[in-house]
T-cell receptor, first 111, second 117 residues
Framework: SQELEQSPQSLIVQEGKNLTINCTSSKTLYGLYWYKQKYGEGLIFLMMLQKGGEEKSHEKITAKLDEKKQQSSLHITASQPSHAGIYLCGAVTSGTYKYIFGTGTRLKVLA | GAVVSQHPSWVICKSGTSVKIECRSLDFQATTMFWYRQFPKQSLMLMATSNEGSKATYEQGVEKDKFLINHASLTLSTLTVTSAHPEDSSFYIC?????????????FGDGTRLSIL
């Protein structure tokens, strides 16, 4: 099984709607990173969370790391077609101490 | 800042050919670079960790003789797919951290799409 599970796997929303993507680990997370990828392209770094309870925002995207540091959520407010892509969480966990990626969430925003 | 350049972006070649992919950190020094492989509609799979001046550390199941990694300088790592076959076709991405420590963000190249005919 994947050490970092993301949900949902895919998401289709109407433009202007809010949405949330979750990233869950069975182990403690040492630094949780959110990336965006367009299919067939590289990853764009969005945000890094390190402390339990930490929350960061960039434009209309907000990410939180829960107190126990085992789950993070990415929230997009008033989604736009430009938000479409694959969102990946990346982290080092207390399980492997290696940098691993979540299963990914494909987001499509309908205009 | 923290720009990683990967070249080439697209390669199509015949079976049996060896292909070299370059990964450069343009505005920072990277003692460690990472190589990933991504299959369609799947997440990134770490292939190996490339350390400047020493041998790469390969993940379980990755053939060292098939995927040769060289990290000759603090700004350049190369991945050579030797005697490539159709099953090696995939999307390969490199990344690098500007600072040491596994709790540092990685910065990614744009990837290389490799197609073996």
């Amino acid at each position: 099984s994947q050490e970092l599970e993301q949900s949902p796997q895919s998401l289709i929303v109407q433009e202007g709607k809010n949405l949330t993507i979750n990233c869950t680990s069975s182990k403690t997370l040492y630094g949780l990173y959110w990336y965006k990828q367009k299919y067939g392209e590289g990853l764009i770094f969005l945000m890094m969370l390190q402390k339990g309870g930490e929350e960061k925002s960039h434009e209309k995207i907000t990410a939180k790391l829960d107190e126990k540091k085992q789950q993070s959520s990415l929230h997009i407010t008033a989604s736009q077609p430009s938000h479409a892509g694959i969102y990946l969480c990346g982290a080092v966990t207390s399980g492997t101490y290696k940098y691993i990626f979540g299963t990914g969430t494909r987001l499509k925003v309908l205009a | 800042g923290a720009v990683v350049s990967q070249h080439p972006s697209w390669v199509i070649c015949k079976s049996g050919t060896s292909v070299k992919i370059e990964c450069r950190s343009l505005d920072f020094q990277a003692t460690t670079m990472f190589w990933y492989r991504q299959f369609p509609k799947q997440s990134l799979m770490l292939m190996a960790t490339s350390n400047e001046g020493s041998k790469a550390t390969y993940e379980q199941g990755v053939e060292k003789d098939k995927f040769l990694i060289n990290h000759a300088s603090l700004t350049l790592s190369t991945l050579t797919v030797t005697s490539a076959h159709p099953e090696d076709s995939s999307f390969y991405i490199c990344s690098a951290s500007a600072m040491a420590g596994f709790d540092q963000p990685q910065h990614f190249g744009d990837g290389t799409r490799l197609s073996i005919l």
